[in-house]
């Protein structure tokens, strides 16, 4: 067991403390975070590879989807207006689905937050990922925070622009394969990469792998907590759904202060002494270049490697864990009160202890059952009502549509016989990948018939149509109808479309216009 003495301190700068603030258009000063190791860091190793898995694999598995439709599962065509995510095809028309979604993420991302802060930012937010991968390049290069301080401070040596080229050549590498893997979505990938590497593939494919590459390199390799401080939104909006429920990384200074490294002078001298050894620790581990111990901060992004570090230290000491930890507003409210004697006095963590130096019963600990609150319940239920309402629309949504548009001159034509004549654009689409063979039946206008341009049959009330599949057919119909059955200046009628193979069915309510006189 070490003695605080005993503990290294760190001597790191709080670029973004809320003791010292940067002003808006100061140049960049550079964080080295040292490397921290602990149950948050390897559960941001998982969810880093999962993340990565998930956004450089995606593009390469395939889903048979028949002889007539890409067989790549997630692609968004964009040439012929299709979104492909394994069984279900979204059309253009259907672009609700899409912004469903949208808002089942909005809504989950308001969960998440008002339950468990800024998990989102800490865990998930494609800057964090990818700056955490472009930290372990840098480290695995240029070692970890103390070498790469000396490196950054240094001169200018064979050595050093070695060591800073090849970091930058793997960053620039990572960069041009994000950019590569996003274009994957949009085109059968094994293809595209073919025609990346020959030369072949379109102009907007270089432009985009070029666009991305260089926004991935200079946000994630050069700015990095810049874009999370000046250019997310998020931060500023996430005070809006945290409430002292939620779970947020929290230095419980009523445990850890006051802070010394000298706890055995202090407590000889018959004061108060705290967990905290000042040793920074926290501090070095930081993305952010933040001080936890400051208190809630806009730059914080609940990534709890600071928890990581601290209790590692604590650790070392024999001392309990959670110094840093995720709590709640209300847990550390009441064990300030605890700790203060109900604000009488300064923090005295022995408030806190019994005795034997165990924790008091009266200490507050968060329980999961804190975090389901009316609020949490009201999110969840949004969110579970959109996903139902788009699952249900999904299940139930038509694959055979019809659309009629009446020809707007003339509006009828008076045939020989007197007869009156309405010509219409019948657009069919067949929403699945494989070939229908579609009944078109004209319903209601007693003694109506009708025809069909470019169909050799005479005039019927029924005709068989072929579709391609996952296509529209555009027919130019004629319909009929006898003096003596035209009852009205403007009649309705019906085109009823039918897949007996599939018995899908729909149909579409027309007008047929006659002239007065005929009334």
Not at 63 to 85: I, T
Not at 202 to 231: D, K, N, S
Not at 262 to 267: C, E, G, I
Not at 464 to 478: G, N
Request: proline share 5%; charged share 20%.
């Amino acid at each position: 067991m070490l003695d605080n003495t005993q503990i290294e301190r760190i001597e790191p700068t709080t670029f973004n403390s809320a003791k010292v603030r940067q002003p808006m258009y100061a140049a960049r000063r550079k964080i080295f975070p040292k490397r921290a190791s602990g149950s948050f860091r390897r559960f941001k190793w998982i969810v880093m590879a999962i993340t990565l898995g998930i956004y450089y694999l995606t593009p390469w598995l395939r889903w048979d989807r028949g002889p007539f439709a890409p067989d790549q599962a997630v692609l968004l065509d964009v040439a012929n207006r299709r979104f492909y995510f394994f069984f279900i095809e979204i059309w253009p028309q259907e672009f609700y689905y899409v912004a469903g979604l949208l808002v089942m993420a909005g809504v989950g991302l308001f969960l998440i937050t008002s339950t468990v802060g800024r998990a989102w930012c800490g865990y998930t937010c494609p800057q964090t990922v990818w700056v955490d991968l472009f930290l372990v390049v840098e480290r695995a290069i240029e070692g970890d925070r103390n070498a790469r301080i000396k490196l950054d401070a240094g001169p200018w040596t064979t050595r050093k622009l070695a060591l800073r080229a090849s970091k930058h050549v793997i960053w620039l590498v990572i960069a041009a394969a994000t950019g590569g893997a996003w274009i994957f979505y949009f085109a059968d990938a094994p293809t595209l990469l073919g025609e990346l590497f020959t030369g072949t593939a379109a102009p907007v494919a270089y432009i985009t792998v070029a666009v991305l590459t260089a926004t991935t390199y200079t946000f994630g390799g050069l700015m990095r907590e810049q874009v999370c401080t000046y250019m997310c939104p998020w931060p500023r909006i996430q005070a809006a759904m945290l409430d002292e429920s939620s779970l947020t990384v929290t230095y419980n200074d009523w445990r850890g202060e006051p802070r010394t490294r000298h706890a055995k002078k202090v407590l000889a001298a018959g004061h108060p002494v705290g967990d905290c050894v000042d040793c920074n620790a926290c501090v070095a581990v930081c993305p952010m270049g933040i001080d936890i111990r400051d208190g809630q901060q806009l730059e914080c992004i609940t990534c709890a490697l600071c928890i990581d570090a601290c209790d590692g230290v604590m650790d070392k000491l024999g001392k309990a864990r959670g110094l840093i930890s995720y709590a709640t507003l209300s847990d550390y409210n009441a064990n300030m009160i605890l700790a203060t004697a109900g604000g009488a006095s300064s923090v005295n963590p022995s408030l806190v202890r019994t005795d034997d130096g165990l924790f008091s019963d009266r200490v507050a600990h968060f329980h999961i059952s804190k975090i389901f609150r009316p609020r949490t319940y009201v999110y969840m239920a949004m969110w579970s009502l959109i996903g139902l309402g788009l699952l249900f629309s999904l299940l139930t949504r038509d694959r055979l549509e019809i659309n009629v548009l009446h020809d707007r001159n003339p509006q009828f034509v008076t045939l020989s016989d007197g007869s009156i004549r309405n010509g219409y654009t019948v657009k069919l689409l067949n929403m699945i990948p494989e070939p229908r063979t579609i009944i078109v039946t004209l319903g209601g206008l007693p003694g109506a018939e009708m025809s069909i341009v470019g169909v050799d049959l005479p005039a019927d009330r029924s005709f068989a149509v072929q579709v391609e599949p996952d296509r529209l057919k555009m027919l130019k119909v004629f319909v009929r109808l006898p003096a003596d059955q035209i009852h009205g200046q403007a009649q309705t009628f019906t085109l009823h479309v039918e897949d007996k193979a599939s018995f899908e069915s729909n149909e579409y309510t027309a007008t047929f216009n006659a002239p007065e006189i005929a009334r």
